[in-house]
């Protein structure tokens, strides 16, 4: 008997945590937040480039009015830091076109001279 209920406590406890954790995953999926807006009216476009020493205005607009979401990494850098530039290019896309989600990749199994 005492076995049985230690059981069923365990058991109760789980559901009650899966039903916690599943509640949490829906009301993010429901408001979706963090996702890029999708309708199959337009085939969705993903960018991934290096934005090395830095995009320019036109760059920046067709990047901000063409794709959902954007993926920058390094690239060669030949003045100041690839952080910042990426960091630059980012908030520009951003205030273009705010639905856009910018990435930042980081591949730091291949070091790349700076």
Same mark, same amino acid.
């Given at each position: 008997m005492r076995m049985e209920l230690v059981w069923w406590q365990s058991f109760t406890r789980r559901l009650l945590v899966l039903a916690a954790v599943l509640l949490v995953c829906c009301r993010a999926l429901a408001a979706d937040e963090g996702y890029p807006e999708f309708t199959w009216d337009r085939v969705p476009l993903y960018a991934h480039l290096a934005v090395g020493d830095g995009l320019k205005a036109e760059q920046i607009e067709f990047l901000a009015d063409q794709f959902s979401v954007i993926t920058f990494t390094g690239g060669?850098?030949?003045?100041? +830091?690839?952080?910042?530039?990426?960091?630059? +290019?980012?908030?520009?896309?951003?205030?273009r076109n705010p639905k856009v989600k910018v990435i930042f990749y980081w591949a730091s199994d291949m070091p790349k001279p700076q």
């Open positions: 060669t850098v030949t003045n100041g +830091s690839v952080e910042l530039n990426i960091a630059a +290019s980012a908030k520009a896309i951003k205030q």
